[in-house]
């Protein structure tokens, strides 16, 4: 049995009894890194130096009034687009194959408050642009459950080092379902948190009204102890939401009695899997026996989600990435004689094929005479389907549908069919537009395979998100099931 297999909770009481080193949890991690981290490619960088160090000087002072914190000593693995001062962050990209950050990003900070122990950074699809980390720049990370699948997108490193039990948890980012959909496909449970419930500083933006850093972890319980370690102001975001931040933990009652759950239409339709739907019904029942009740609702707008996301996602990153010139930092090229050869070429040369697709396509949206056609005509889509999710909000509590349409698919599968692999975050998507928080936890298996149950809540309310995900968790066995490497 992995020292990964116990909850947080479990460990900081091992650890306080010294029974348990932290040192012990970063040898576990690094072990089982050595062990499958072959067949896995996660990680991009390591930093097991600095690692082991950070772990002996927290074993000195693990009885210390300091070391009662919820996360003391805990390995922890970071998404490779949240920057990490002196460790090497590329948003696996090309063109920053070599940069090395001069500062921390706000959670990362939070993170060392807290005295976690970061192993590395992990591998994720370039910019965090796609749904299968086959866009990585330098490895594609595979699903420690089918090596042959993908691990979803694109936080997939994120979700594959926690399946695969290299670290204990993970942080990813969501722009249209980058946390849950590999958490999905890897049969772990992942958080995007309500837009401004945690800092973006230091988060190499791709879209920035629609990307929020998130947990991924092996279970409720973890994630909320994570999220509560992440979560609070920022003086350095201005999209920061002054808002108190719950201790998400003491949600955890059991109880849902009397819950009002709504189930839409569009979530269980035409696309979606019948393993899939099947899936979500049977966890339905559960929590329908646990005292909850579920209705039928509709989001019309939903089919639009897809379009408009892409519109906005898009015209966003065309902005956020211009700063990659070649002049002020990351890859330059050899091969220019003059400054537009320079900017030209070093994009050209820096860039994967799907960042500039998504630059292309943005900055055509947002060009003259186009902008009215495209990007306003999205955003009046986006406030549209933020009405929808106000209006059902009104009269329930919590909506429920599948995280993905289908499980994991095969590498190489539908690498060169943009539009199919666009579709895979449709039922993820309209939570980013509208700002909501979602998890997803795992619900099922289709050959072999994960599905994921996606539980969205109201506005700053992930407490009763993690409510309901940790009853269905306590009342099923899906979280308990791992890969066999």
């Not at 805990?74 to 687009?81: A, F, S």
């Not at 629609?210 to 991924?216: A, F, K, V, W």
């Not at 409510?467 to 791992?482: I, L």
Request: charged share 20%.
């Amino acid at each position: 049995m992995s020292l990964f297999d116990h909850k947080v909770s479990d460990l900081q009481e091992l650890l306080h009894k010294k029974e348990l080193k932290v040192s012990d949890l970063v040898n576990e991690s690094f072990n089982r890194i050595n062990e499958v981290e072959g067949k896995v490619q996660a990680f991009l960088t390591l930093d097991e130096e600095r690692a082991r160090n950070s772990a002996k000087a927290l074993d000195e002072k693990v009885n210390s009034e300091t070391a009662k914190g919820l996360l003391f000593g805990m390995p922890i693995g970071i998404k490779d687009n949240i920057v990490t001062k002196d460790l090497r962050t590329t948003c696996a990209s090309k063109i920053l194959e070599n940069f090395h950050p001069i500062y921390d990003a706000t959670v990362v900070q939070k993170l060392q408050q807290a005295e976690t122990v970061t192993i590395g950074k992990l591998n994720m699809d370039e910019f965090a642009m796609g749904s299968s980390n086959e866009n990585s720049g330098f490895q594609k990370t595979h699903n420690p459950w089918n090596l042959e699948t993908v691990p979803g997108g694109s936080s997939g490193g994120s979700a594959a080092a926690v399946a695969a039990g290299e670290v204990l948890f993970s942080l990813g980012s969501d722009t249209g379902g980058s946390i849950r959909q590999p958490a999905s496909f890897c049969g772990v449970v992942g958080i995007k948190p309500t837009y401004g419930r945690v800092s973006r500083y230091g988060l190499v933006a791709f879209a920035s009204s629609l990307d929020q850093i998130g947990p991924i972890t092996r279970t409720v319980e973890d994630n909320a102890y994570l999220l509560q370690a992440i979560s609070g102001l920022d003086p350095m975001d201005s999209t920061l939401a002054n808002v108190d931040v719950p201790n998400f933990v003491s949600a955890l009652t059991g109880d849902i009695k009397g819950l009002k759950i709504a189930v839409p239409k569009e979530y269980l339709g035409e696309g979606v899997s019948e393993t899939a739907k099947q899936s979500v019904l049977d966890a339905l029942k559960v929590l329908e026996a646990q005292g909850a009740v579920w209705e039928e609702v509709s989001l019309p707008h939903s089919k639009y989600a897809l379009a408009a996301y892409y519109l906005l996602s898009s015209s966003e990153a065309s902005a956020n990435l211009a700063r990659f010139d070649g002049v002020r930092y990351g890859y330059r090229t050899p091969n220019a004689d003059n400054l537009l050869e320079l900017y030209k070429n070093s994009r050209a040369e820096g860039f994967g094929p799907e960042v500039k697709r998504r630059i292309m396509l943005g900055t055509f949206a947002l060009s003259s005479g186009y902008y009215d056609a495209y990007y306003k005509k999205a955003q009046q889509v986006r406030t549209l389907i933020k009405k929808d999710f106000e209006d059902v909000f009104a009269k329930y509590d919590v909506i429920v549908g599948p995280t993905t349409p289908t499980p994991a698919f095969k590498i190489g599968e539908i690498i060169d069919d943009p539009l199919t692999m666009y579709a895979n975050d449709i039922l993820t998507i309209p939570l980013n537009l509208a700002g909501l928080p979602g998890i997803s936890i795992p619900c099922g298996f289709d050959n072999g395979l994960p599905l994921g149950l996606q539980i969205i809540g109201k506005y700053f309310d992930e407490s009763t998100i993690y409510r309901v995900a940790h009853v269905f968790e306590q009342a099923t066995n899906y979280h308990k099931q791992k890969p066999e490497l």
